[in-house]
């Protein structure tokens, strides 16, 4: 897995680099501050010369993708097995920013929701939610492990993410962390008063 991370940061840095020097050629704005006039086919332009430069670093990234996927126990995941598990998570915790990277994170935060977790797993989670909380770069695996998290939530994670909420320097951490606080705290009401209605029914009763 440190592998495909390592590729990936190669090949972006090669993109950018090279994306870069051809903007900057092309005489054009910061792509970072575009407004509407923004002479887009340029851009498109300059993108292309970047993925060619690129190119090498795309297929040894593509090789080692194929042999990411290769080595995850899919199966083992689908049925809760606790190596696998323990696997999922550390597919997670890397945080491969690759194709279809992303789609397989979110698949395994959702398969986890119907396995038993260990203490260990659960507090590897949690940390995982904390970092998500203050870091950059995750969306919808976020949303994912927020809902995963509602059963699990002890009062020090919350008293953790309250922190981040409270304290952090960052806006968007800020944001995160008191929209992950309202998830739980919201999902964990709702399973304790109406932990006996079809879920088709719960919240229905005031």
């Known amino acids: 897995m440190l592998e495909i991370a390592r590729a990936h940061a190669l090949y972006a840095q090669m993109w950018s680099s090279e994306?870069?020097?051809?903007?900057?050629?092309r005489g054009l704005p910061?792509?970072?501050?575009?407004?509407?006039?923004?002479?887009?086919?340029?851009?498109?332009?300059?993108?292309a010369v970047a993925y060619a430069a690129a190119e090498p670093e795309a297929r040894a990234l593509n090789a080692a993708l194929g042999r990411l996927f290769d080595l995850v126990p899919w199966d083992g995941i689908r049925v809760g097995d606790p190596t696998a598990v323990?696997?999922?998570?550390?597919?997670?915790?890397?945080d491969v920013r690759a194709f279809h990277c992303g789609y397989a994170k979110q698949w395994m935060l959702r398969r986890l929701k119907r396995v038993a977790l260990s203490a260990q797993q659960v507090d590897r989670l949690a940390g995982l939610l904390v970092l998500m909380c203050a870091g950059d770069g995750w969306g919808h695996e976020l949303r994912e492990l927020t809902r995963l998290m509602i059963p699990h939530a002890s009062s020090r994670l919350v008293e953790v993410?309250?922190?981040v909420a409270s304290a952090s320097s960052a806006a968007h951490a800020s944001a995160r962390a008191t929209r992950t606080l309202a998830i739980l705290r919201n999902g964990r009401l709702e399973r304790r008063v109406q932990p006996h209605l079809p879920r088709h029914l719960r919240g229905c009763i005031q």
């Open 19 to 25: 994306r870069q020097i051809e903007v900057s050629r």
């Open 30 to 47: 910061d792509p970072q501050h575009a407004g509407a006039d923004y002479p887009y086919q340029e851009l498109w332009k300059a993108n």
């Open 86 to 94: 323990d696997r999922a998570l550390d597919f997670i915790e890397v």
């Open 161 to 163: 993410l309250g922190n």
